[in-house]
């Protein structure tokens, strides 16, 4: 009788950790659902551990030589399934019900916010606990910390006033970036400040509103489309001058990943040089 | 009350509407804006195309319901009967899932259209004997299959091509271009109704049926087939312009055929300048009730539609 109590209460204590949420370190094959996160996987050096990616994983290039696992944030259960994989990592957009398969069969999901620097910081903190790299997330906290520190302390020491942006994430229907989206976060530490204040998020806005805010430049994240052609967009002053900028790499600014200080130190370059030619080829006109 | 009454009467309301949606929209502009350094504003200018497209999409739509209603002798016939919004939609969402909307801006109207019409002319040449119920059952069938094959494409799309489709389909008649758009939709439209008045004594009799029309010198089953093609192309223009709008092409003609009568001389008219007085206010209130975020015009058509719509069953059921 005594053993089976012994034997019941060892078990009742394996059961109660096994189910508690403290978080454990994850031995084995990881599989990332968002791009974001498989870029930081692989700055905190454990791309040995990445089993598969989504097929939105593009960078850095030798993660398209691992199989996919899924669209982002859309897993494909019997893959996953079928290469066992000790944890899966993604942005919150999973359907509950995918993420809660996964953990039946033994999976670790771990599936949180990726929009802003605030959540980049808890993910590299997460990371580094659960791939067994404290130090290189440490480091990389200090890294963000100081590019950030950085780029406001030019922004201070500038005084210039932010030129007012519209981001141009998809031109028909029109949607922009809102006030609490990455790109208001990028563009604030290049030195520009949103048009769209009121709304959140990616909100679908009217052409009137944007000729009434008549932003200084329009950055272009719409990859592919074309504005020249769309007559509707003529009207814009930025449109009508030029003032438009397409970003060297969009998916550096759009993924809050470790590429996302130098996609800003990039915009900001890219300001510069667009404002300067402009100055220059506008003071040439006697 | 006479015709000419009755044109005048709906003209005012329409120029009214018209005259509204260049003063009120998502900002405030005095008079003193409206020409800035001998130049129109560009608001003003948007506003201008807007509400033109919002007229002649409106003014199709309520003749092409009103076709639609005559010849399937149904008051709850719309527009898109014969497949047109199933076609048009697979057609944009095809050109903007697949990519081909980075050819242009006028690449996804053209797709729409391209849909719209490939669908309608699927409906008459699945149809063999060319009744105004079969061609209605074989429209439900082709765009039942569309809507499914659109549902298909959605599902495989991307999320910013999911909303351009989802944004699409909901309608807008923000971004439509006045000389490759709608230009030729207005030249549309007045061939049409030209056409219709002209024909209006057979529309007339052909509310009573083929077999009376036909006892009454129309050869009923053409003039079916021409006129159904003729709404339907109405239909698929405006679809291509400004999305699938929803309602105006329903209750429009319904309520204007309740007010004055069911002699299409006389209400082809006035439908047309209702539609299109109800479409422009329907877009100032999307673009004045949200002035960034704007309300799709196919929403605020349906919220006044409906409620309108039933007040008007009810109170006729009343009466009776």
């Keep these: 009788m005594r053993r089976l109590f012994s034997f019941l209460f060892l078990l009742t204590v394996l059961l109660l950790a096994a189910c508690s949420d403290e978080q454990k370190t994850a031995p084995g094959g990881v599989v990332s659902l968002s791009p974001a996160l498989t870029e930081l996987i692989c700055h905190l050096g454990r791309e040995d551990r990445l089993v598969a990616r989504s097929t939105a994983c593009d960078w850095p290039e030798s993660v398209k030589s691992l199989p996919t696992a899924g669209d982002f944030a859309e897993p494909e259960l019997e893959r996953i399934l079928a290469m066992k994989p000790a944890l899966v990592v993604s942005n919150e957009f999973v359907n509950p019900k995918d993420a809660d398969a996964l953990r039946q069969a033994g999976i670790a999901v771990e599936l949180h916010p990726c929009d802003g620097f605030d959540d980049y910081r808890e993910w590299v903190a997460l990371m580094g606990r659960l791939l067994e790299c404290p ?9 963000a910390a100081a ?35 990455l790109p208001d976060a990028v563009g604030r530490l290049a030195g520009l400040e949103n048009i769209v204040k009121t709304e959140k998020g990616y909100p679908s806005i009217s052409l009137e509103f944007v000729l009434k805010e008549d932003p200084d430049v329009i950055v272009w994240f719409a ?3 074309d504005w020249k052609s769309n007559p509707s967009w003529s009207g814009i002053r930025a449109i009508r001058e030029g003032r438009v900028l397409i970003p060297r ?5 759009l993924r809050p990943g470790p590429r996302i200080f130098d996609g800003i130190a990039d915009l900001k370059s890219d300001l510069e040089t667009l404002f300067s030619t402009k100055e220059s080829a506008e003071a040439a006109v006697p | 009350m006479k015709t000419a009454r009755i044109i005048l009467l709906y003209l005012f309301a329409a120029l009214a509407a018209a005259v509204c949606g260049v003063l009120f929209g998502a900002s405030r502009i005095p008079l003193s804006e409206f020409v800035q350094d001998g130049a129109l504003n560009p608001i003003v200018e948007l ?4 509400t033109a497209a919002a007229a002649v999409v409106g003014a199709s739509l309520a003749v092409s319901g009103l076709v639609f209603q005559a010849v399937l002798r149904n008051s709850l016939a719309e527009p898109f009967l014969l497949g047109v919004s199933g076609g048009a939609g697979l057609g944009a969402a095809g050109a903007i899932v697949l990519g081909f909307s980075a050819w242009g801006f006028m690449s996804v109207p053209l797709f729409a259209l391209l849909g719209a019409v490939t669908a309608n002319l699927l409906v008459f040449a699945a149809v063999r004997r060319r009744t105004a119920e079969e061609l209605l059952l074989g429209g439900v069938m082709i765009g039942t299959l569309a809507s499914s094959a659109l549902m298909v494409l959605i599902t495989f799309s991307h999320s910013h091509d999911m909303a351009g489709v ?15 758009q709608l230009a030729p939709a207005a030249v549309l439209l007045c061939a049409a109704t030209a056409f219709l008045l002209m024909r209006a004594n057979d529309v007339d009799l052909l ?26 192309l109405l239909a698929a223009v405006t679809v291509s312009m400004a999305g699938i709008i929803g309602f105006c092409g329903l209750v429009v003609p319904h309520i204007v055929r309740r007010l004055h009568g069911g002699s299409h001389r006389k209400i082809l008219i006035p439908a047309a300048l209702a539609g299109a007085a109800f479409l422009m206010l329907a877009d100032i209130l999307g673009r004045v009730v949200s002035p960034v975020r704007e309300l799709p015009v196919g929403m605020v058509t349906a919220a006044i539609g409906c409620p309108v719509f039933l007040w008007l069953l009810n109170r006729s059921r009343a009466g009776s």
Excluded: C
Aim: charged share 25%; glycine share 8%.
């Design chain 1, 135 to 143: 130090r290189e997330a440490e480091s990389e906290l200090a890294r």
């Design chain 1, 147 to 181: 590019r950030i520190a950085g780029f406001e302390a030019v922004l201070k020491n500038a005084g210039k006033k932010p030129l007012r942006a519209l981001y141009v994430i998809w031109d028909s229907p029109l949607l922009t970036a809102g006030a609490d989206s």
């Design chain 1, 223 to 225: 990859h592919g489309k």
């Design chain 1, 249 to 253: 790499d969009d998916s550096a600014l």
């Design chain 2, 47 to 50: 506003r201008i195309v807007r």
């Design chain 2, 166 to 180: 989802i944004w699409w389909m909901l309608g807008s008649v923000q971004n439509v271009d006045p000389v490759r």
């Design chain 2, 207 to 232: 509310t009573f049926g083929p077999e009376y029309a036909w006892n009454h010198g129309v050869n009923a089953r053409v003039m079916t087939v021409v006129l159904l093609a003729l709404a339907s």
